[in-house]
Protein backbone atom coordinates (compact mmCIF):
# COMPACT_ATOMS: atom_id res chain seq x y z
CA UNK A 1 0.00 0.00 0.00
CA UNK A 2 3.10 2.55 0.61
CA UNK A 3 4.13 1.83 -2.77
CA UNK A 4 0.65 2.84 -4.45
CA UNK A 5 1.17 5.40 -7.33
CA UNK A 6 -0.80 8.81 -6.88
CA UNK A 7 -1.99 8.64 -10.34
CA UNK A 8 -3.82 4.99 -9.91
CA UNK A 9 -7.71 5.15 -11.12
CA UNK A 10 -10.43 5.26 -8.18
CA UNK A 11 -12.19 2.05 -8.43
CA UNK A 12 -16.07 2.95 -9.17
CA UNK A 13 -17.39 -0.95 -7.94
CA UNK A 14 -18.39 -2.04 -4.78
CA UNK A 15 -15.39 -2.97 -2.65
CA UNK A 16 -15.78 -4.59 1.24
CA UNK A 17 -12.68 -4.25 3.39
CA UNK A 18 -12.78 -6.20 6.84
CA UNK A 19 -10.03 -6.04 9.17
CA UNK A 20 -9.63 -6.96 12.30
CA UNK A 21 -9.00 -4.63 15.54
CA UNK A 22 -6.51 -7.09 16.90
CA UNK A 23 -4.83 -8.36 14.40
CA UNK A 24 -1.38 -8.43 15.34
CA UNK A 25 -0.10 -9.89 12.21
CA UNK A 26 -0.94 -7.22 9.66
CA UNK A 27 -2.59 -4.51 11.40
CA UNK A 28 -5.80 -3.13 10.92
CA UNK A 29 -5.58 1.23 10.24
CA UNK A 30 -3.58 0.42 6.37
CA UNK A 31 -7.38 -0.45 5.23
CA UNK A 32 -8.19 3.12 5.64
CA UNK A 33 -5.91 4.42 3.75
CA UNK A 34 -7.31 2.96 0.71
CA UNK A 35 -10.82 4.40 1.32
CA UNK A 36 -9.79 7.34 -0.85
CA UNK A 37 -9.48 5.09 -4.04
CA UNK A 38 -13.04 3.21 -3.38
CA UNK A 39 -15.53 5.85 -3.54
CA UNK A 40 -18.38 2.63 -3.34
CA UNK A 41 -16.10 0.83 -0.29
CA UNK A 42 -17.31 -0.57 2.87
CA UNK A 43 -14.85 -0.45 5.33
CA UNK A 44 -15.03 -2.28 8.58
CA UNK A 45 -12.76 -2.32 12.05
CA UNK A 46 -14.44 -5.55 13.57
CA UNK A 47 -13.71 -5.84 17.28
CA UNK A 48 -12.89 -8.88 19.40
CA UNK A 49 -11.12 -10.31 15.85
CA UNK A 50 -7.74 -10.55 14.51
CA UNK A 51 -6.14 -12.02 11.78
CA UNK A 52 -8.66 -14.92 11.30
CA UNK A 53 -11.93 -13.07 10.88
CA UNK A 54 -13.95 -15.50 9.37
CA UNK A 55 -13.38 -17.91 12.55
CA UNK A 56 -13.58 -15.02 15.43
CA UNK A 57 -16.85 -13.34 13.67
CA UNK A 58 -18.47 -15.49 11.46
CA UNK A 59 -21.90 -13.61 11.55
CA UNK A 60 -20.54 -10.31 11.04
CA UNK A 61 -18.39 -11.39 8.38
CA UNK A 62 -21.40 -13.50 6.82
CA UNK A 63 -23.28 -9.66 6.81
CA UNK A 64 -20.87 -7.97 5.77
CA UNK A 65 -20.52 -10.80 2.80
CA UNK A 66 -24.13 -10.96 1.90
CA UNK A 67 -24.71 -6.91 1.78
CA UNK A 68 -21.17 -6.84 -0.46
CA UNK A 69 -22.59 -9.17 -2.96
CA UNK A 70 -26.13 -7.74 -2.94
CA UNK A 71 -24.49 -4.36 -4.45
CA UNK A 72 -22.01 -6.21 -6.21
CA UNK A 73 -25.66 -7.59 -8.49
CA UNK A 74 -26.88 -4.20 -8.04
CA UNK A 75 -24.01 -2.61 -10.15
CA UNK A 76 -23.77 -5.32 -12.94
CA UNK A 77 -27.45 -5.04 -13.57
CA UNK A 78 -26.58 -1.16 -14.03
CA UNK A 79 -23.29 -1.08 -15.91
CA UNK A 80 -25.70 -3.89 -18.26
CA UNK A 81 -28.23 -1.41 -18.61
CA UNK A 82 -31.15 -3.51 -17.51
CA UNK A 83 -31.81 -1.67 -13.46
CA UNK A 84 -32.36 1.92 -12.66
CA UNK A 85 -29.97 3.47 -11.15
CA UNK A 86 -30.01 2.80 -7.28
CA UNK A 87 -28.00 5.23 -6.20
CA UNK A 88 -27.75 8.80 -6.78
CA UNK A 89 -24.97 9.87 -8.62
CA UNK A 90 -24.25 6.62 -10.80
CA UNK A 91 -23.68 7.03 -14.47
CA UNK A 92 -24.04 3.98 -16.96
CA UNK A 93 -20.48 2.50 -17.52
CA UNK A 94 -19.34 3.40 -21.19
CA UNK A 95 -19.59 0.29 -23.64
Do not use: C
Not at 8 to 34: F, N
Not at 58 to 73: C, G, K, M, N, T
Amino acid sequence: MRDRPESAARYPHPVLVLVGRQDATAGYADGWALARDYPRGTFAVLNRAGHALLHEQPALVQAFLAEWIERVREDEAVVQGVARFPWPGRRRAPR
